[in-house]
């Protein structure tokens, strides 16, 4: 079954705590994104990677640091993670090429800084 | 730049009413368009999309069509049920793998 996988789905955890949320897709698609949606701002997109080895910041990059070692691994590091990235955070995928292919999320991961 | 505007919600709704949800686009260029769905406690789906002018998108007894001239993209429904009840994005992709999300809209619907 296609689909986008985040790990964990909530996590509660502490000002400063180091933390990484895991993304992989089985889809084998060049294009993976990270999104943060916060009660009336939305999809804020915090980065992105075109493929392998290739990463941009998205509008909200501040705070976060990805990887892109593996195509379909995208993972969102908290190096000393603050309250204000309580946050609801998704992992999307899509392929190049046609702009009519749509994006696949993973189903969230809610994390609670303290 | 290229930007989505949907209309603010919540929109509430009694079951079985008519439903539509307004978004129009800037854009650049010739984009595809997509509305997606987020149920409670889930991630987002694509629930419909078009690719061109005049191209109608259904799904699930939604649809929308892309209007070029208005630059719009609404989505419309003949008979909600409470089950539709959701937040749903209306968002654009040009050229590159970039997609340009609206804020979303919550759909409230009363039995």
């Known amino acids: 079954e296609a689909q986008v996988t985040q790990n964990p789905r909530y996590l509660i955890t502490v000002t400063g705590k180091k933390l990484t949320v895991t993304c992989s897709q089985n889809m084998n698609h060049e294009y993976m994104s990270w999104y943060r949606q916060d009660p009336g701002l939305g999809l804020r997109q915090i980065y992105y990677?075109?493929?392998?080895?290739?990463?941009d910041k998205g509008d909200v990059p501040e705070g976060y640091k990805v990887s892109r070692k593996e195509k379909r691994n995208f993972p969102l590091i908290l190096e000393s993670p603050s309250p204000n990235q309580t946050s609801l955070y998704f992992c999307?995928?899509?392929?190049?090429?046609?702009?009519?292919?749509?994006?696949?999320f993973g189903d969230g991961t809610r994390l609670s800084i303290l | 730049g290229d930007s989505v505007t949907q209309m603010e919600g919540p929109v509430t709704l009694s079951e079985e009413a008519f439903l539509t949800i307004n978004c129009t686009y800037t854009a650049t260029g010739y984009p595809s368009l997509f509305w997606y769905v987020q149920y409670p406690g889930e991630g987002l789906q694509l629930l419909l999309k078009?690719?061109?002018a005049d191209d109608k998108g259904s799904n699930k007894g939604f649809e929308a069509t892309y209007r070029k001239e208005t630059t719009s993209f609404h989505l419309e429904k003949g008979s909600v049920q409470v089950s539709d009840s959701a937040v749903y994005f209306c968002?654009?992709?040009?050229?590159?793998?970039?997609?340009?999300w609206g804020a979303g809209t919550k759909l409230i619907i009363k039995p």
């Open positions: 078009a690719t061109k």
């Open positions: 990677s075109m493929n392998v080895e290739v990463t």
């Open positions: 999307a995928s899509s392929s190049g090429g046609p702009k009519n292919q749509p994006q696949h």
């Open positions: 968002a654009l992709r040009e050229s590159n793998y970039q997609l340009i």
